[in-house]
């Protein structure tokens, strides 16, 4: 393999829109969150807004890595508590029979070095889903995508339904031949699986210290891999995932690893879009850390009052050596704080990032 690319910041090309477009991404949101708070009486996130499960677990960081992998926070061997909040990815609370690519929120704490601007807190914050590309090459894009959503939300939920079970089986065809669809997925023709068993990826790029990297989660705990691919019969049942991973995990000791990958070609594996999937081949996952949670109550009332309603999750939260990178990832930054500031004044209930662990 080749060495991989040494970080600097002219490896991002800044786009001249990119002020307006993040204008408009706020501006799309604010429908998106008033749209549902109105409704519903209550704020959401105004995306990945429906929850699943909210895990407790343990960081470990793998001893004896070598230098190219021992960067930022997994330059120090140890241990941190972290919180795990699976998700699906729409802004609106819908029953589980609209069928939406999986979503996974890691929250580390206890990080410490030179934190990113405005990130408050000592996490380190990992936002990933269960498939390894964007489904936009750029925020510009993406913004066309999320108007065309942010007129659906909170309306019409039986013909969502109903299209979501035609647009799995378009999936499925493609599929089955060979062509995968992250847009059909986003409409709601993703596969009705177990988010336990599921891998996920940070889809954009990130400064992994010296280098740029790619952030994977990965089931590794024999049950948790039995689970992968299995799909849950939601007919019936709006709330069918949360019960299935809350029936799972009270008996599964889940252990996942945190895998890297690295960028070692600027034109194979390009910083600015992230619709280009990084070949494995040429630049493998490589195992940093583990992440193990306990048997537990992945719905305990407490927890999820702690995680869902008064955390954010946010690439942005975080250490400087672990800087988002690319058009995307620039655009994640305003649009996460504007949507948590709206949940927080909205609902009256402060959103912190959580106090050391003594």
């Known amino acids: 393999m080749q060495a991989p690319v040494r970080y600097s910041p002219d490896v991002e090309v800044m786009r ?6 993040i204008e408009q991404l706020n501006e799309t949101f604010d429908t998106i969150l008033e749209r549902v708070a109105k409704d519903s009486g209550h704020a959401v996130r105004s995306v990945h807004a429906k929850s699943h499960g909210i895990l407790e677990g343990t960081l470990a960081i793998d001893a004896g890595l070598p230098p190219e992998l021992a960067q930022g926070l997994f330059a120090t061997p140890g241990e941190h508590k972290v919180y795990m909040r ?4 729409a802004g609106d609370i819908l029953p589980d029979a609209v069928s939406l690519p999986r979503g996974l929120a ?5 990080v410490t070095g030179e934190r990113l601007p405005d990130a408050e807190g000592t996490s380190q914050d990992f936002v ?20 065309l959503l942010a ?20 999936n499925k065809a493609l599929t089955a031949v060979g062509i995968e669809s992250p847009t059909l997925g986003s409409l709601g023709g993703a596969p009705n699986v177990d988010p336990l068993g599921e891998t996920y990826y940070s889809v954009t790029p990130f400064r992994y210290g010296d280098h740029i990297a790619k952030f994977s989660v990965a089931p590794v705990a024999p049950a948790l891999t039995a689970l992968t691919g299995t799909e849950i019969d939601a007919s019936g049942r709006p709330d069918a995932i949360r019960e299935t991973v809350r029936s799972e995990m009270a008996g599964i000791e889940g252990v996942w690893e945190f895998r890297v990958q ?7 594996q390009p910083v600015e879009d992230p619709t280009v999937p990084w070949d494995e081949g ?13 048997p537990q109550d992945s719905w305990d009332a407490a927890l999820v009052d702690a995680v869902d309603e008064r955390m954010r999750f946010a690439v942005w939260t975080g250490l400087a050596a672990h800087r988002p990178l690319g058009n995307v990832n620039r655009a994640r930054n305003a649009p996460y704080r504007h949507s948590a500031e709206f949940r927080q004044r909205f609902n009256g209930c402060p959103i912190h990032e959580p106090a050391a662990v003594r």
């Not at 699976?86 to 990815?89: D, G, I, K, V």
């Not at 510009?140 to 999320?146: T, V």
């Not at 007129?151 to 378009?170: C, F, N």
């Not at 040429?282 to 306990?294: D, G, L």
């Open 262 to 268: 690295l960028c070692r070609d600027l034109e194979r």
């Open 106 to 110: 890691l929250k580390v704490l206890d």
């Open 86 to 89: 699976m998700s699906t990815n």
């Open 128 to 147: 990933m889903v269960n498939g390894p590309v964007f489904q936009a090459p750029n925020a510009e894009k993406f913004l066309g995508s999320l108007k």
């Open 282 to 294: 040429e630049t493998p996952f490589q195992r940093v850390a583990t992440i193990t949670a306990r």
């Open 16 to 21: 001249p829109d990119e002020d307006r477009t």
């Open 151 to 170: 007129k659906t939300t909170d309306r019409i939920e039986g013909v969502k339904v109903a299209a979501s079970t035609v647009l799995r089986g378009v």
